[in-house]
């Protein structure tokens, strides 16, 4: 089991800066992805950025050259850097862990903190 906690949202204006950041407890390797979503009112959950098992980063294409990731395996956390915020990133934050049974195995588990809010006003 992982436990997740999150850290670092609130209420920022447009063109500014937060950093989000993740800790996880538990059973934690550095062959888990870490990553962070979004959802905001009336919209499903979206990927915002991944940092895989294998080092490999996703990004969605509206954080493109804005948003950040990174982790440290040794303290199990993962960090957001969100600059240029824009107020359509105004959402409820996640930390995800995905477990699978190997590198790049396609069966997994997903672990989710509780959220922290983001909000960017105009």
């Known amino acids: 089991q992982v436990q997740l906690v999150e850290f670092g949202g609130g209420l920022v204006q447009a063109g500014g800066s937060l950093r989000l950041s993740c800790a996880a407890s538990?059973?934690?390797?550095?062959?888990?992805?870490m990553g962070w979503y979004r959802q905001a009112p009336g919209k499903q959950r979206e990927l915002v950025a991944l940092?895989?098992?294998?080092?490999?980063?996703n990004y969605a294409d509206s954080v493109k050259g804005r948003f950040t990731i990174s982790r440290d395996n040794a303290k199990n956390t993962v960090d957001l850097q969100m600059n240029s915020l824009k107020p359509e990133d105004t959402a409820r934050y996640y930390c995800?862990?995905?477990?699978?049974?190997?590198?790049?195995?396609?069966?997994?588990?997903?672990?989710w903190g509780q959220g922290t809010q983001v909000t960017v006003s105009s």
């Open positions: 940092l895989t098992g294998l080092d490999i980063i």
């Open positions: 995800n862990v995905r477990k699978r049974a190997y590198s790049g195995s396609p069966y997994y588990t997903d672990f």
């Open positions: 538990g059973s934690m390797f550095s062959t888990d992805d």
